[in-house]
Structure formats: C-alpha cells, structure tokens
C-alpha cells in the first residue's frame, strides 16, 4: 500500500533548496535520504510530514493530498499515524519520562511496551524527570513515546546524532524490526551513509534534486 507520495515538490527559502522531487513510499519500506548539512534535508522532511507547506508541488498521505485534507483530518493523521523523531524532541518537560510515554499510550490506546523501554535501555530512569537525563536519553525517550503510538509512518532526522555506536546500532534495529512487524515505513534523514544504507532505498539530495542512489 502506498503510504506517502511526493510530486515535483519545490522550495525556497534564502535560496532554492530543491525543485522536482518525487518519491514514493510503501508499507513496510524503509527509506533514507542523504546531502551535505544545509542541502535541505529537514526542511523536506517537515515538508513531508506535515509542519511546512511546500511552495510548489504535492503531497499525498495515505492516498489523499495534504493540502485538500480537512483540520479535522490533518489532526488525526499527525495524532495517529505519524510518527516524528526529530532533534528538538519536544518532550514535556515538566514530566517525567513515563509521563511522557502516558501521554502517547492515553492518546493511541496502546499500552505502554515494557520491552520497548529494555531494549531503549531507560527503564532505569524512567521515573526521572526529562529536565535530568542526557540528551541521549531524552532521545531515546521521545524514540519510545513515538513507537508507543505506534504510527504508520516514521520521520526521523539524525534520530542517533546524540547515541555511541552500540546504542545507535540497537535504535536502528528496532526501526526496522517496527517497520517490518507493523508493515510501516521509515524516511530517515541522516549524514550518516553507512546507516543509510541499512534502508531498503536510499536517496541523495545534492544540486537542489533528490536522485536515487540505491
Ligand atoms: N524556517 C526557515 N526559514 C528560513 N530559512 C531556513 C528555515 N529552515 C531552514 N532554512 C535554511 O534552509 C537551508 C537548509 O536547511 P535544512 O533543511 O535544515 O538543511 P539540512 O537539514 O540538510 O542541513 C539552510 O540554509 C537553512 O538556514
Ligand atoms: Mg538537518
């Protein structure tokens, strides 16, 4: 089933950053795109999951455009099926880290995944508020409350910038294990070309195009 489909998608801010870009993602597909710092990568990756709109092309979310979908709709789709990992988690951070996974499991109804929290490795400093865990931890929290949703589509920028390697590597195989146990997709954006191309597809953004290189 096609999950998310981009059409001759442009934008520019100070400059052109991209024009023309097309991708196509599928259930249970993992894609990862690359560029140098500053080709634009987040931006496109806001653009796809619904927090900028683009200045020219379109969008497509399960089918429909983003831009002909109701409040209502748009609403939904962000509360239950997009999942975003971004580098400014935005964690509540007045709460502690469960309450903050409550937060998702009251608004989707799952249950909060006990082996979700072993294999993230916070289960330690669960009850501690967000203000006092380490920015890899904070990570790896707000990567927990997004799971716990259990959305059908997963955007994530740099989402193991602040993990070593052995901690990075298991985050990585829980996204593709998600991806594949739930029939999901993934766009990762990363500099990182060896975790790149642990995705099924990867794509480069470079000279303002997005080009497929795997
Ligand atoms: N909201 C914004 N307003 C103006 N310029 C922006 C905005 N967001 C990003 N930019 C600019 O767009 C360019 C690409 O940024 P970004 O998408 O973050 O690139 P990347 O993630 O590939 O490093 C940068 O020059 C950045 O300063
Ligand atoms: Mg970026």
Redesign the pocket.
Known sequence: MNLLSVNNLSHT??YK?FSDVNLELNSGETIAII?M???????LLHILSTLLTQDEGSVSLFGEEISSMSKKKLTEIKRYDLGLIFQSHYLFNGFTAYENLEVSEILSQNKIDEILLERLNIKKVIENKVTKLSGGQQQRVSIARVLTKQPRIIFADEPTGNLDTKTADNVMQLFFEYCKDKNAGMILVTHDENLAHKCQKVYQLEDKKLQQIK
Do not use: A, Q, R, V
């Open positions: 801010f100070e950053l560029g710092s500053g080709s634009g990568k987040s931006t």
